[in-house]
């Protein structure tokens, strides 16, 4: 059930993106995505020829003074928790506070293959994902860390491994699972729901909760693991297709090839925005409503998709 805190949050707006840009362009990209009134520019964790996340975020907040930036998500397996911590506070405190650190367990089995990193069941990749970011939470807030654990061993006083950033880093945890989805009810400053799930090696997508019934099933793990802190926590969702139509029914039909999924569920999902930019809009003040997410994020240029900036800056301006 949606807590009223969750239904009076202020709508929060968020770009990721994957692209890899050279140094002009990046710069003049950060500062276009600040002026289109987005809150939050978030940069993908892949082992391919895109930007690496802690060296976009920390570009995009040199040259920007509001836009906050983040990981979207990091992947776990691919950086020891003291490393990603320290990584972490070094762009919380360059850019004086406006990162906003996002982590999962990892789904990519071919791009653990091409690097040589065993890939794990997603059991397994999970747990790893638990007892890091129980260092991680500890190290950026300046506290000790004593853990003999399962995937981790790591002994330091307060302070001893890295400075902690001035301002407290919030934590996004993402993912559709039981698991994960208990742990970001437990420990995570925001949820990040996408609505789908992955075979073991990643080669397939399922739309595993992608209806409103789907999200409200999530978002119930989420609150019966997060007890009452379940109002402070901020609900975030990935939208997986923004589309500008005067005809949704039309466009809802043309995409249910592309996702597997019938019209009527594409209409009706909280993962796509189909319509006029006044549609949109009130398309999500409807779903915050219904579900109290407050913080959407929308994709920069995928293959074969164009960026969702423009639409969705219409959609902002519309709200504000």
Known sequence: MT??????????????TALPRNGADSRAFAQRVESAGVDVLTFADHLAPVTAPFSGATAAAAVTSRLVVGTLVLNNDLRHPV????????V?????GRFELG?????????????GIAFDRAGMRVSRLVESVGVIRKLIDGDAVDLDGQHY???AAAGELLAPPPHRVPTLIGGNG???LELAGRMADIVG??????????TQVRLSHFDAAGVADRIAVVREAAGDRFAEIELNALIQAVVLSDDRRRTAEELAS????????????????IGSHEQMAEQLVARQREFGISYWTVFDELPGRSSALPDITEVIALLR
């Open 3 to 16: 807590t009223d805190a969750h239904r009076r949050r202020p709508l929060r707006f968020g770009l990721t």
């Open 83 to 90: 490393d990603t911590a320290r990584e972490a506070a070094g």
């Open 92 to 96: 919380a405190t360059v850019s004086d």
């Open 103 to 115: 982590i999962g367990a990892g789904h990519m089995k071919s791009e653990y293959d091409a690097a």
């Open 153 to 155: 061993r790591i002994h």
């Open 178 to 180: 039981t698991r994960v």
């Open 193 to 202: 729901l996408a609505g789908i799930s992955h075979n073991h090696d990643a």
């Open 258 to 273: 592309d996702f597997g999924a019938a019209p009527e569920a594409l209409l009706a999902s909280p993962f796509i925005l």
